[in-house]
């Protein structure tokens, strides 16, 4: 069964660093997300992404996080300047309109 | 603007016993409602979905949920609890295909056996 992949699936890095996460959605899908789950938190949406472009974005996405498809496989989550705050589980999923398929996730510690 | 609350943080039943986890939601239009599931230090699993079709849905590992318009209610239910169901589940509603998905806070669900 086809799957959303993640990587890395836990990324340490100091404060004020830029890191760049990375999804494999579906391959037919063509609406992309990003979430995040900060420890004990719900799932909070951050972006949506359609037709290379964004369709909609969150409060919570500033101009320190930015996404991009840098090619037909690949859809990335950067943060440019990385707060403690930002530690959190960053989700991505995928979806052909009907439901979203997540992908396992990938912890992002901040210190 | 669609929401969702979930009560109950936590809800503990014995093995064999009715799981009963509560989601309302508040959509301003005819939602897409759906159950995930998250075992530790793993991703969202889809349970089920609501997407206007008939109002009981059956999912996976033998659970289910019914849409109330009336009640503006979509509770997951399992007849029997089995200690592999813990794990944290999470409502989620949503307007329009394509559009975000807007999750409840999650119950985590203990079995006791």
């Known amino acids: 069964e086809p799957e959303v992949t993640q990587t890395p699936s836990h990324q340490v890095t100091q404060m004020g660093q830029e890191v760049i996460l990375r999804c494999v959605p579906i391959?037919?899908?063509?609406?992309f997300y990003w979430y995040r789950q900060i420890l004990g938190q719900k799932v909070e949406f951050l972006v949506s992404f359609y037709n290379n472009e964004i369709s909609e974005k969150s409060e919570i996405f500033d101009d320190q996080f930015s996404v991009e498809r840098p090619d037909g496989s690949n859809f990335t989550l950067k943060i440019r300047s990385t707060k403690l705050e930002d530690s959190a589980m960053y989700f991505c999923?995928?979806?052909?309109?009907?439901?979203?398929?997540f992908g396992p996730g990938t912890r992002l510690t901040v210190t | 603007a669609q929401s969702v609350t979930q009560l109950g943080s936590h809800v503990s039943v014995s093995e064999g016993a009715l799981v009963l986890l509560r989601c309302n939601y508040s959509?301003?239009?005819?939602?897409?409602l759906f159950w995930y599931v998250q075992y530790p230090n793993q991703g969202l699993q889809l349970l089920l979905k609501y997407t206007s079709a008939a109002t009981l849905v059956k999912g996976i590992n033998g659970f289910e949920a019914e849409f109330k318009k009336s009640e503006t209610s979509f509770h997951l239910t399992k007849p029997s609890a089995h200690m592999s169901d813990a794990a944290e589940y999470f409502c989620a509603v949503s307007d329009l295909p394509g559009n975000q998905f807007y999750f409840g806070t999650g119950t985590s669900l203990t079995v006791i056996p």
């Open positions: 391959s037919n899908h063509l609406y």
């Open positions: 959509s301003s239009v005819p939602p897409y």
């Open positions: 999923a995928s979806s052909d309109l009907g439901e979203q398929y």
